[in-house]
């Protein structure tokens, strides 16, 4: 699925940097009604993980309370240049991966 | 000890946020302060939270419940031995008082996190942060909604 991952190209070693990253899922809730009354079962992104070279660094539990299209910032220290990846799990057997590399001199 | 309704309903709230018996369908429609509370004692079990360290950066005043940006920040050194281990953000009032866990390490370099949310009401909205020597800290704030999220009709 598409997602957006904003981390930047370059960085001096030790520099806290932000990474952002936003993917497109419909998380519906499970709590809305269609105009019949029936309810529309949930389905959601209830977790992200982000890898930098293998290593955990970044992980979130999310929520029916979290908006469509589900938007994460957060920081971390460049150590080494390399990969970092990024996996969202969800309902229905939901999964999907992103990556981004950087230089870190 | 007499079982009053009140405890019950609370009881069985609890424990569907928690989802260790997804049998109890009984759900109220909105999760009142005792869910909230509920839901904030899983985490934290029954050590005490202080007020501070954590802020919480949220508009007080939004047009669309459907997003609604939100900064967590808490102040720590981010140290190999001070450090957050995470954060947790509830709400008062939507079906379900959990919003997000999240969970940084020494190498996050900044105990900050940023996503957006979804707010079905006027009400109060809750972070705590988990330190490294597991004391808890936390911060309120109050958002009124004018389009409400989470419920309305599926066209």
């Known amino acids: 699925m598409a997602a957006l991952i904003n981390v930047p190209a370059k960085a001096k070693r030790g520099d806290i940097i ?4 936003l993917t497109s ?19 959601i992104i209830t977790s992200f993980t982000c890898r930098y070279n293998g290593a955990e660094i970044f992980r979130a539990d999310l929520f029916p309370a979290v908006a469509a299209n589900p938007y994460l910032s957060f920081f971390t220290v460049a150590k080494e240049s390399g990969k970092l990846e990024f996996e969202w799990i969800g309902d229905n057997g939901y999964s999907s991966a992103a990556s981004a590399s950087i230089t870190v001199e | 000890m007499q079982t009053t309704r009140r405890k019950f309903l609370s009881f ?5 946020v928690a989802g260790t018996i997804p ?37 007080p005043l939004v047009e669309n419940g459907n997003t609604v940006p939100m900064t967590v920040n808490v102040a720590s050194p981010m140290t190999a031995d001070d450090y957050v281990k995470s954060i947790h953000v509830f709400n008062e ?18 105990a900050q996190i940023s996503t957006r949310i979804r ?13 490294s020597d597991d004391s808890f800290w936390q911060v309120t704030a109050e958002i009124v909604v004018t389009l409400a999220a989470c419920t309305e009709e599926v066209n």
Do not use: W
């Open chain 2, 12 to 16: 069985a709230g609890g424990v569907t």
């Open chain 2, 119 to 131: 707010l079905a009401d006027t009400q109060k909205v809750v972070a705590i942060a988990r330190l």
């Open chain 1, 18 to 21: 932000e990474i952002r990253t």
């Open chain 2, 23 to 59: 049998i109890v369908t009984l759900r109220p429609v909105e999760a009142t302060p005792a869910m909230l509370n509920t839901a904030i004692r899983n985490v934290v079990g029954e050590a005490p939270i202080r007020v501070g360290k954590i802020k919480l950066d949220i508009p």
């Open chain 1, 25 to 43: 899922h419909i998380m519906e809730t499970g709590f809305r009604h269609t105009m019949d009354g029936a309810l529309v079962p949930r389905d």
């Open chain 2, 93 to 110: 009032k939507n079906p379900q008082p959990n919003i997000g866990n999240f969970y940084l390490n020494p190498s996050s370099g900044r």
